[in-house]
């Protein structure tokens, strides 16, 4: 079973900006999986940031981080990326990623594999 790991996290100044990346322990083949990152603030529920899905041919992105947030992939590395620009505080948040094979950003069901989440705090 493919297994996601994360990393990027730390902590930044509001307007700054972080790459999270998740690398996976096998190949994957980005055409057949749903890539996609969450967060989860202190006291609230996990959210769906961004997803990409190459089958479907959409980008979706949470409307507080569209045009600041992207999501890229590195097919040699078995990587993908969110880069966050201009950072706000209430970006504050443990990041996670998942991909769902065999799936969309429409119909996935995200029930793995999740990376452990890295933590992003934005000081204002």
């Known amino acids: 079973e493919v297994q996601l790991q994360a990393s990027g996290g730390g902590l930044v100044q509001t307007g700054e900006s972080l790459r999270l990346s998740c690398t996976a322990s096998a190949e994957l083949d980005f055409d057949d999986y749903a890539i996609g990152w969450f967060r989860q603030a202190p006291g609230k529920g996990r959210e769906r940031v961004g997803c990409?899905?190459?089958?479907?041919?959409?980008?979706l992105y949470l409307d507080s981080a569209k045009g600041r947030f992207t999501i890229s992939s590195n097919v040699v590395k078995n990587t993908f990326y969110l880069q966050m620009n201009s950072l706000k505080p209430e970006d504050t948040a443990v990041y996670y990623c998942a991909a769902d094979s065999y799936s969309t950003c429409t119909a996935a069901l995200w029930s793995g594999p999740w990376g452990q989440g890295t933590l992003v705090t934005v000081s204002s």
């Open positions: 990409i899905s190459r089958s479907e041919g959409s980008r």
